[in-house]
């Protein structure tokens, strides 16, 4: 059965860092995509970092402040998130499992999801 499991959100003030972490079961991480995608309230479900068949592929708004990366031995998606900003503020969801006849950028391509960890940037 697959799980996921996200942790390491929380409250930072602006220019702070975070790492998020994707607790992975029943498959490997390196065996499937996987994504982070956050939801603010109000707004639409949005992609931030992939990695996919190896590559990294990161959202303009986040490029060169978050690092995504997978943990084999521990088996964990992570995200390293530095210099945020309040309009980083949102529920942050680890997804995997992409179809892979669906665009990797669309939220309804990936199977699995986590829960959410709250992540907020206050100025």
């Known amino acids: 059965q697959v799980q996921l499991v996200e942790s390491g959100g929380g409250s930072v003030q602006a220019g702070g860092s975070l790492t998020l972490s994707c607790a992975a079961s029943g498959f490997t991480v390196r065996s499937k995509s996987m994504a982070w995608f956050r939801q603010a309230p109000g707004a639409e479900r949005e992609w931030v970092a992939i990695?996919?068949?190896?590559?990294?592929y990161y959202a303009d708004s986040v490029k060169g402040r978050f690092t995504i990366s997978q943990d084999n031995a521990r088996n964990t998606l992570n995200l390293q998130m530095n210099s945020l900003k309040p309009e980083d503020t949102a529920m942050y969801y680890c997804?995997?499992?992409?179809?892979?006849?669906?665009?990797?950028?669309?939220?309804?391509?990936?199977?699995?999801w986590g829960q959410g960890t709250q992540v907020t940037v206050s100025s």
């Open positions: 990695i996919d068949t190896g590559r990294t």
């Open positions: 997804a995997a499992g992409r179809n892979s006849w669906l665009s990797r950028y669309s939220a309804s391509a990936y199977d699995y």
